[in-house]
């Protein structure tokens, strides 16, 4: 099982939109309604940010957003603060005996 | 408020084994499925495994990478997490986060990681 393919970066100005892309396979995002969001600052554990595709957990900001097309699910931050600057990881369900699958990650840069 | 607590890391060479534990408060344990996925260091996020909830038949299953040389367990009468970690390698180095698995197999919260550094 391959991880699921993300950009290494995206950047953006403060109060700009940024998106994430992570693409899978019929196999894992494009079959399930189970991709979820992580971000993760430098030297501290994850946090969900986004599950069953569009989801925001309590606490978690309405900025973030999640959604899906065919085998690529994506994260947009709208509104770019200063701390939103971290990495972030998809993850989804897939059909194979991995169960879960997490993407390659992206380094979000506030400008 | 829910808390997650790894402990049982630390530097152990190749071949050798470590049990890793996590303790956990804020939730009911013995309901929750739990999993533990591990962050190589510079790496990316990697799942390591899953135990079911008693309820739900109590199963495990585990990775590619690891299944035969790491086995999860949990103990519900002290809300405690466990992963017996064999025949290690250095690959294995990592921080090991433990999670539960909530709604739509997504991970919840998370421990803050211990560290496991295999090497000679």
């Known amino acids: 099982q391959s991880a699921l393919t993300q950009p290494a970066s995206v950047s953006g100005s403060p109060g700009q939109s940024i998106t994430i892309s992570c693409t899978g396979t019929s196999s894992d995002v494009g079959g399930y309604n189970y991709v979820s969001w992580y971000q993760q600052h430098p030297g501290k554990a994850p946090k969900l940010m986004i599950y069953?595709?569009?989801n925001r957990p309590s606490g978690v900001p309405d900025r973030f957003s999640g959604s899906k097309s065919g085998n690529t699910a994506s994260l947009t931050i709208s509104g770019l603060q200063a701390e939103d600057e971290a990495d972030y990881y998809c993850s989804s369900y897939t059909s194979s005996s991995t169960f879960y699958v997490f993407g390659t990650g992206t380094k979000v840069t506030v400008l | 408020e829910v808390q997650l607590v790894e402990s049982g890391g630390g530097l152990v060479k190749p071949g050798g084994s470590l049990r890793l534990s996590c303790a956990a408060s804020?939730?009911?344990?013995?309901?929750?499925?739990m999993s533990w996925v591990r962050q190589a260091p510079g790496k990316g996020l990697e799942w390591v495994g899953r135990?079911?909830?008693?309820?739900?038949?109590?199963?495990?299953d585990y990775a590619a990478p690891v299944k035969g040389r790491f086995t999860i367990s949990r103990d519900d009468s002290k809300n405690t997490l466990y992963l017996q970690m064999n025949s290690l390698k250095t690959e294995d180095t990592a921080v090991y986060y433990c999670t539960n698995v909530a709604s739509g197999y997504a991970f919840d919260y998370w421990g803050q990681g211990t560290l496991v550094t295999v090497s000679s």
């Open positions: 069953e595709v569009s």
């Open positions: 135990i079911k909830s008693k309820t739900d038949g109590g199963t495990t």
């Open positions: 804020g939730f009911t344990f013995s309901n929750a499925w």
